[in-house]
């Protein structure tokens, strides 16, 4: 809650909160930061839906929830939006899981012989992130 706004939760794996991520890592430099009309094609694009489909309103949402969650700010006497450190690191920490453990994951074919080993390997790794978010306090 900011300035007594509160903000609904991006969910882990969920594709729309995916797709903001992922865009935020792609307007992480500018040091003008990024316009809502820069960011909103690439996630109509990441989400797989028309930009059409994802409307100007949509994404304004989308902006106040990651503002309020403290990914990006809003610079000042403008209309742009810059990545915040801690939301740089939150975003690429959350796309690089998604991409190299828990997509990978989902694919497997666990009752193959060949993967019995790594479907272990994913269970020891749900385990430890159960007790990581039950240590920082976030449900699962």
Known sequence: ????????GL???DRRALALLHALCLFASPPSGFRQRDIRRHVAALQGRAIA????GALSYDLR???LHGLIERIPKTHRYRVTAAGL??????V???????RPAWALDAAAPTTRGVATAYERL???????LKEVKVAA
């Open 126 to 132: 749900d385990h430890a992130l159960d007790l990581l």
């Open 53 to 56: 489909d994802y409307g100007p």
């Open 89 to 94: 690191r939150s975003a690429l920490f959350c």
């Open 1 to 8: 809650m900011v300035d007594g706004q509160r903000a609904a």
């Open 96 to 102: 690089r899981l998604y991409a190299r453990v828990f």
């Open 65 to 67: 929830r990651l503002r």
């Open 11 to 13: 969910r882990f794996g």
